[in-house]
């Protein structure tokens, strides 16, 4: 391995941004039942507490993605890292739920330039020889964050109250600004030309997203079945929009034309979809179920991020040698046995028994990140980067969207407006049993696609 000076800098830049988010994300999770007692809200709007921050992200991930591949994608990265930060200091001194749901979702917008650029500035400076390694490299800082964010924030929770991981996000964000800016160089090649952005797309895909997911938390009324299918008709009209111009934002035939490309992304969005809601229901089901505080809790959860990051680095360099899809199939099919295992949970199973699932789900979800990204930026183009890395990330999003959208479901159906606290455990346990179900079918579907993409050409 020999890196230049600059390729380590951009590799420390990218990935201690990419820990930053994630980090804060799941030390959220955990501070959940402390926030829902600070302001009195209900089960639907403690789901937005998630939910704001993920619809921001997965609104503005498409638009940055195509920005990036017209303007420079080092502008943005920086630009990005600013505006998390500032957020996360608006959320430090909330004194409301709406206040923090609004700044949650501005911290998404600035969460969605740093995901999108990121990628696509690390795949164009290293040769596709070292791309599975450093993707690794970087998805395993994605779950290092993870795997810390449960320990850290249920420490920090119980001891200093949840406003202080929002300053510790504030701390890691100027921090991550300062390097960015002394390491990340401009953007070396000014792409050329005058491309337009499709602001008419972008307008009906944020207003299809929005409508789908806001809808969501109005089931089982009338309203939001009706709000729900105005989302779902947007996103098709988008889709056709896109597919109807010269210069999109989105490249439809990225999906319909190359199978490696549009199988992967299926692939992640499903996996996505299935698995990103296992800390929201078990740090909510750890304590009011079992009892756990929030640092024992945390203690618990931390289980499956460690395996992520342990092993996406290996898996990523094994995939630059063996083709990706037969690791990224054996994932697939390890987290929808994990996801099964989960749905037989009660207020009476081991803290072993839990540990071991974590542990196993995990390992499925190492099997099969990295080698799925690697697939993604391995199929298209460099002058495409931008846009693979932000419709990647986009389907990361959109996963834990519909993953949310599913529990935010599950959540109204069974809770009405009541508060988590206050619902019986036998009903929490049935509705948090449904939700995982559900997800271990989906997640089923995805090693159907995982298997048969295709391989990666090696060049």
Known sequence: MSWSKKQLSILITVSISSFMGTFLVSSINIALPAIEKSFGLNAISLSWIITAFLVATGMFLLP?????DVSGNVRLFKLGLIIFTLASALCAVSPSGTWL????????AGSAFTNTTGQAILVANFPARNRGQVIGIS??????????GPFIGGFLTQSLGWHSLFYVAVILGILSTIIAFA???KDANEPGGKKKIDFRGTFVFMLGLVALVYGSSHIPSAFGWALMAFGVIMLILFWIIESRLANPMFETHLFTHNKLFGFSNLAALINYTATSAIVFFLSLYLQKTQGLSPREAGAVIIAQPVMMALFSP????????????????????????GLFAMSFFTSATPLGLIVLVLVWEGLGFAFFSSPNMNTIMSSVDKSRYGQASGIASSMRIFGQIVGMTIVTFFFAFYFGDRAVTVIED???LTAMKWGFITFALISLAGIYFSFTRGNVERK
């Open 64 to 68: 940055v993605g195509k920005l990036g």
């Open 183 to 185: 390491f990340l160089e």
């Open 139 to 148: 998805v395993a800082s994605v779950y290092t964050g993870l795997a810390t």
């Open 314 to 337: 290996v898996v990523g360099r094994l995939s630059d040698k063996i083709q990706p899809r037969y690791f990224a199939t054996l994932g697939m099919a390890m987290c929808s046995v």
């Open 426 to 428: 036998n009903i929490f």
């Open 101 to 108: 749901i609004v700044a949650r979702f501005v911290q998404g």
